[in-house]
Nanobody, 115 residues
Framework: QVQLVESGGGLVQAGGSLRLSCAAS????????MKWYRQAPGKEREPVAT????????NYADSVKGRFTISRDNAKNTVYLQMNSLRPEDTAVYYC????????WGQGTQVTVST
């Protein structure tokens, strides 16, 4: 059974940092492209970052480029999102996602950035 469990969200002031984690199970994680998405209130879910199975290459939305870093630990079946220089517009629920397992989403983790 595929499971994606996000954690690490919270409330942070603008300019602060958070590190999100996503523990994956039930599929061949080390062979799978992983992505982070986010969904802000009243907006559609949007892709934030992508990482290949080996860890490179990575790809980022323009809005987070230079501030966010996606990484993974295949030995731990975990993907991370390091978020620096956070802005109020980064406030959203963040989800990890495996395109090869399109039916599955985790519960997400709330990130709230205050001014």
């Amino acid at each position: 059974q595929v499971q994606l469990v996000e954690s690490g969200g919270g409330l942070v002031q603008a300019g602060g940092s958070l590190r999100l984690s996503c523990a994956a199970s039930g599929f061949a994680f080390s062979w799978t492209v992983m992505k982070w998405y986010r969904q802000a209130p009243g907006k559609e879910r949007e892709p934030v970052a992508t990482i290949s199975p080996s860890g490179t290459p990575t790809n980022y939305a323009d809005s987070v480029k230079g501030r966010f870093t996606i990484s993974r630990d295949n030995a731990k079946n975990t993907v991370y999102l390091q978020m620096n220089s956070l802005r109020p517009e980064d406030t959203a629920v963040y989800y990890c996602y495996a395109p090869a397992r399109p039916l599955y989403w985790g519960q997400g983790t709330q990130v709230t950035v205050s001014t």
